[in-house]
């Protein structure tokens, strides 16, 4: 091997070590579905100045897709797998309302969110039930793509025809 191939064999498996690691800590990267993503925007109301964090944002669909409709919000998506985190961050480039963070989720402070979105799986809930108690706004919105929170009662449920359940919750429900 040349030195240009032991980069991009490095490279190679940085990228597939991190998707790993991702994988191991919340979920690894399997995209919100259009129909899911219609959904969501059919129903969701933000409000201007509104701040919305996507925790595990993947290639970064769901912010870019909000922030477009909602121009006077701003949103976060945070990810820590890198290939879906450069595709997010070149995406966001032409949306000044987007900041897509190479950041761990569990280390992002929630204590400015007004909505906080995720697609993660149940393993990551009890750590994020304690994140959002310890520091969501009580009025802030949680939204969870696809499986509830344990005995945490959801105020709403978003589903349409064979679309992926949304469990809308706010954030007073977690201080238990
Ligand atoms: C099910 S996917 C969400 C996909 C996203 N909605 C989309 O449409 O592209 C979950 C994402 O969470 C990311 N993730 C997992 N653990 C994470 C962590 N600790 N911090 C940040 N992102 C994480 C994964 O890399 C993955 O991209």
Redesign the pocket.
Known sequence: MDIYEWILFTIGWIIIASAGV?GL????????RKKEMKLLLKNLDVKPGNKIYE?????G??VIALAKANPQAQFFG????IL?YLIAKFRSVRHKNVNICYK???TQSLSNADIVIC??LIKAYDRLAKKFAKELKLGAIVIAEGWPFENISPKTVLEADKTLPFFIYKGEDFKV
Do not use: D
């Not at 925790?55 to 290639?59: D, H, N, R, V, W």
């Not at 945070?78 to 797998?81: A, D, F, P, V």
């Open positions: 991702a800590s919340a979920a690894p990267w399997v995209p919100t925790l595990g944002c993947g290639t669909s769901i945070y990810e820590i797998s879906p761990n989720l569990f697609f993660l």
